[in-house]
């Protein structure tokens, strides 16, 4: 998806009017029902203005021009994209280009840089295009030999360009200033065919671009599976196997028959949830299927991001946000793992993708993306108020779309030692099973190992309370640090908390 679209001499016209950023303001209201700052204003009118400027004078008022073009399945943006054909066989050719106002930088250090009226680290302009174009290589392959990224900072001198590059030697990307205009030029005649007459096939470019089914590559695949393959997954058992075995077996119906099909995982903390997510991920890029894994929770998809991909950056990509899917076509992807879906919102709204404007429910954007959704929750553990991932709600939602439905219910306990008896006690103090609180006793100890003790609830727990009096239980064999500070003790195993009484 575009901001706005049109070819680089339409454009051109607007903006030599004032027109052009105040259609890009009107178009990211009615996306995001955002205003638009002065800032913002000004790099519109500025940049893009500059840029168009040197694609007429190149001769390229032809090409297609995609301005604020969204990255498939992410809310990153890229400034403009060039869509046009090349000089010899007219392919198509895409040249991402990050459009920078900087006259001058404080200091660089590494991928970092720094400006002089902002302390905010900056990432360097060519590594941002180097990961531009990798992530839409890895999410549409069709484009892998036919995207070009170009920096142009046109306010800024030779010596600073220099010194930009020089701190990324081996970019495949290319960087040019203001006084390197006839570079620039000469550069996009090199890779766009600047023939008047191919203005139709730039347009189909374009289009193709648009309208591409993003799925993750093939080289993707196999880097997320040996990555996946790195780590100490699972074994899984009884219903988690079940759980398991039944989306392998909705991904073949939809492989052979098309069907459509949302497959319920129910269990609580310690049930496997996670566990079964990623054993269907590996198990699933190891078999080429277009598989992405989602959360509602920015901390637990970074940690996972964090371990998966260890440190090589590649794999994270397949791990991503609800929210990424509201621009989704319909059954784009073979497979969406939606992990901790007790976290699904009304409404899918993020900082940089479209706003929902038809008010389509979140759980139908992630239902209506994929030929398999799989929804692994626990109805107990929403946080927030606007948090509305309910068995219920999927199911009904599933059947409005015509979906199979298969339901699972995890019974197994991986957490507490694997304390029934602990989690079944919690459950009831915290007023989420039937029966009533019953006081810790020695026969609840039986299955875990688990011992009791009283301790005074931390004052910054229930700030102006003047009594406190809490419960907490742990392994015995390991047993709780300072209770007062509200942690276990470092490497310990186990769970705990506390409730006022």
Known sequence: MAWVRGSAGELHDKARRGDLHREIARKRWELLREPSTGPEFVAWKNSLEALLSDLVAAGLAHVDVLVEYKLPLTSKRVDAVLCGTSPDIRDPVYVLVELKQWSDILRAEGDRVYLFRSSEARLHPLKQLDQYREYL???VSMVADHVHGFAYLHNASRALGDRLRSLHPGSPSQLFTQSEQGALRRALRGLIDPDPSSRTDAAEAADDLLNVKAVPAPTLLRSVSKDLRRRDLFV?????RVAYDLVMRAVERAR???QQTVVII???PGSGKSAIALSLLSELTKTGHGAYHATGSKSFTNTLRRYISAGTGR??????FFFDFSDARPKQLDVLICDEAHRIRRESTNNGGSRNSRRRLQVEELIDAAL???FLLDEHQAVR???QGKVSRIEHAARAADCRVEKVHLEGQFRYGGSRAYDTWVLRLLGLAAARPARWSASHSVDGGFWSAQRAVPRRWKPGSR???GFAAAPTDSPLGSVGRGTPRPGSRGAWFSRRT
């Open 315 to 320: 794999s994270e990509k397949v791990f991503k």
């Open 137 to 139: 290589v890895d999410q």
């Open 372 to 374: 398999v959704t799989v």
């Open 467 to 469: 009594s406190r009096r």
């Open 266 to 268: 129910v269990g609580g």
């Open 385 to 387: 108020p606007n948090e």
């Open 236 to 240: 899984l058992l009884d219903e988690q």
């Open 256 to 258: 052979t028959a098309r």
